[in-house]
């Protein structure tokens, strides 16, 4: 079974502060990912990486960064944190040998922008 | 962009009944996969196609690519079945990327 695990699992941030949100994976998988699920938008792609070093922007990049620094960590960074940026965030990762793969996705962050 | 046409968006069962989720595709897709959202928020991979039929115990998923549109059956429903589930289409020649539907709310009612 695929393990993602993300952390913090809630985080209250205010306006203006910088906001780090952390994703570990232990299955080697290459690809991983970092959506946001919002009521009336379903999940939605921020962030994905192919693998070490490498990062691309999804369909809502604006206002956030990533990082991945090693294959089983990926981070998803907002330098500015705005209360639209309240919400639930999912990581997850693929096994993929052609295309995403299988998406393993991890328990949730819910961050609340005050 | 890709758009994934989810129906119905919502839908309850008595337990021990049984019915059907589609997707609709705008586009050529590659693989669909269909999650479960259950009542802690976890999103759980019920099944990854990339043509045919797959049946894990209770649930069944077809998808059909030429036809542009994937299924997922429920049948003989309990309790625990309730939750949301969504459908995700990654589209042919794109790099890989997910685009999800708006969900279905199943409620299953004793």
């Known amino acids: 079974e695929a393990a993602v695990t993300q952390s913090p699992r809630n985080k209250v941030a205010v306006t203006g502060g910088k906001v780090t949100l952390s994703c570990n994976q232990t299955n080697n998988h290459n690809n991983m990912y970092w959506y946001r699920q919002d009521t009336g938008h379903g999940l939605r792609l921020i962030h994905y990486?192919?693998?070490?070093?490498?990062?691309e922007k999804g369909d809502i990049p604006d206002g956030y960064k990533a990082s991945r620094p090693s294959q089983e960590n990926f981070s998803l960074i907002l330098e500015l944190a705005t209360p639209s940026q309240t919400s639930v965030y999912f990581c997850?990762?693929?096994?993929?040998?052609?295309?995403?793969?299988?998406?393993?996705f991890g328990e949730g962050s819910k961050l609340t922008v005050l | 962009g890709d758009q994934v046409e989810q129906s119905p968006s919502a839908l309850s069962l008595h337990e021990g009944t049984g019915s059907a989720l589609r997707c609709n595709f705008t586009t050529t897709m590659r693989a669909v996969q269909w999650f479960q959202q259950n009542s802690r928020g976890s999103l759980i991979n019920l099944f990854y196609?990339?043509?045919g039929t797959k049946e894990n115990g209770r649930l069944k998923s077809t998808f059909n690519s030429k036809e542009s549109y994937s299924t997922l059956h429920i049948r003989d429903a309990q309790l625990e079945d309730s939750g949301t589930y969504f459908c995700a289409a990654e589209r042919t020649g794109g790099n890989n990327k997910l685009t999800f539907g708006q969900g279905t709310v199943l409620s299953v009612i004793p």
């Open positions: 997850a990762s693929g096994d993929a040998g052609m295309g995403t793969g299988q998406l393993y």
């Open positions: 196609l990339a043509s």
């Open positions: 990486s192919y693998g070490a070093g490498s990062t």
